[in-house]
């Protein structure tokens, strides 16, 4: 249990110290650490979605785990979109134009994510499967929506 405090402390203070940095870094860099948020995102979401689908038993400690992550990840995403990484040549990505030609509706997108993932870290705390399905469900259909408006295939 301590490792796993620890390691959301050490996201916590990341996601601070990286807002200064990235601003002072080149586009493939920040693509790079946006590609990191969306692997550790989709890492922590894997066992989580087991759970709910009854894949795997519920754990509520390994959820609660795993949705603390996904609510220190969801804040870090409106920086891994700097502007200028769009501009990027060297670096492959699927984001779609439209995050940089829309950003409020891209910006409304991140944060309805963000939103649902605080209700995830709610919902774990009560530590009950009834509980934490339909927050799960509802980041789950943040992240859809998303991809679907702001990624490609």
């Not at 309805?112 to 919902?123: D, H, I, P």
Request: hydrophobic share 45%.
């Amino acid at each position: 249990m301590k490792k796993r405090i620890l390691c959301i402390a050490l996201t916590a203070i990341a996601s601070g110290i990286a807002g200064t940095a990235l601003a002072q870094q080149k586009p493939e860099e920040v693509i790079k650490y946006r590609k990191s948020v969306m692997t550790i995102q989709a890492w922590h979401m894997r066992p989580m979605a087991a759970m709910v689908k009854e894949q795997r038993p519920y754990d509520a400690e390994v959820f609660a785990y795993n949705a603390q992550v996904i609510g220190q990840t969801a804040r870090m995403k409106a920086e891994a979109f700097a502007p200028g990484t769009d501009k990027a040549t060297d670096a492959e990505t699927r984001a779609k134009p439209e995050i940089w030609s829309e950003p409020e509706k891209f910006k409304q997108a991140l944060d309805r994510f963000q939103a649902e993932a605080v209700k995830l870290v709610e919902a774990s705390k009560v530590g009950s499967l009834d509980a934490v399905r339909p927050a799960f469900g509802g980041v789950a259909k943040a992240c859809g929506a998303c991809h679907d408006t702001f990624r490609t295939k």
